[in-house]
């Protein structure tokens, strides 16, 4: 119904009534799916994948019509959505020129942003690889610094060569007894004391 009374209160100058069909129409958009779904119609054309939403190509129309600028802003704002096909927006004879226009452009619009936005995300993940790698080779160059300044400072003194030979030049030397000295038995290579006997 409101989409028929929009266009006659614009003609009529029924500003109320105009406003309430806008009010109507605009809350009826923003409540239904914006996805396409397949349109009424014959038979050779229910079905068809690519058709916008019926309620928004008569809402436009209705906008377009009685030159509402409320609900026209919001089908411009639903058309805005890369899913919905404009096949059924370019086919329509109803439908001012310049309001395709406007819906063409705010679509290039909203694409270019996003291709702008998904540049520039890329261009960050490929700026923090390239700063893993630096670090990831700073590291590995610094490893390998350390190994050869290691290897050189322990190839230049033999006494370098095995640290521990430091700690046991350290350690004082045990003395063993001579396995080839005997000791002699207990009273040999003395007089033993001489007992008398009464």
Same mark, same amino acid.
Request: charge should be positive; charged fraction near 30%.
């Given at each position: 119904?409101?989409?028929?009374?929009?266009?006659?209160?614009?003609?009529?100058?029924?500003?109320?009534?105009?406003?309430?069909?806008?009010?109507?129409?605009?809350?009826?958009?923003?409540?239904?799916?914006?996805?396409? $779904?397949?349109?009424?119609?014959?038979?050779?054309?229910?079905?068809?994948?690519?058709?916008?939403?019926?309620?928004?190509? $008569?809402? #436009?129309?209705?906008?377009?019509?009685?030159?509402?600028?409320?609900?026209?802003?919001?089908?411009?704002? #639903?058309?805005?959505?890369?899913? #919905?096909?404009?096949?059924?927006?370019?086919?329509?004879?109803?439908?001012?020129?310049?309001?395709?226009?406007? #819906?063409?452009?705010?679509?290039?619009?909203?694409?270019?942003?996003?291709?702008?936005?998904?540049?520039?995300? @890329?261009?960050?993940?490929?700026?923090?690889?390239?700063? @893993?790698?630096?670090? +990831?080779?700073?590291?590995?160059?610094?490893?390998?610094?350390?190994?050869?300044?290691?290897?050189t400072r322990f190839g230049?003194?033999?006494? @370098?060569?095995?640290?521990?030979?430091?700690?046991?030049?350290?350690?004082?030397?045990?003395?063993?007894?001579?396995?080839?000295?005997?000791?002699?038995? +207990?009273?040999?290579?003395?007089?033993?004391?001489?007992?008398?006997? $009464?």
């Open positions: 119904m409101a989409l028929r009374l929009l266009p006659l209160a614009h003609e009529y100058e029924m500003i109320p009534l105009k406003e309430k069909c806008e009010k109507v129409l605009v809350g009826s958009l923003r409540k239904s799916p914006t996805a396409p $779904k397949a349109s009424k119609g014959p038979p050779a054309y229910k079905h068809r994948k690519d058709n916008a939403p019926e309620m928004l190509l $008569k809402c #436009i129309k209705s906008a377009d019509a009685g030159f509402s600028k409320p609900l026209l802003e919001e089908c411009v704002r #639903i058309f805005s959505n890369p899913d #919905i096909p404009l096949k059924d927006l370019k086919a329509s004879t109803e439908i001012s020129d310049q309001v395709k226009a406007r #819906i063409y452009e705010n679509r290039m619009d909203n694409t270019s942003n996003k291709m702008s936005k998904l540049a520039h995300e @890329l261009e960050r993940e490929r700026s923090e690889k390239e700063k @893993l790698r630096t670090q +990831l080779n700073d590291r590995v160059t610094t490893v390998t610094k350390s190994r050869m300044s290691r290897m230049s003194d033999p006494s @370098l060569d095995k640290p521990s030979n430091q700690i046991m030049s350290n350690v004082p030397p045990v003395h063993h007894p001579h396995p080839h000295r005997q000791s002699k038995p +207990l009273g040999q290579g003395r007089d033993m004391p001489r007992f008398r006997t $009464k």
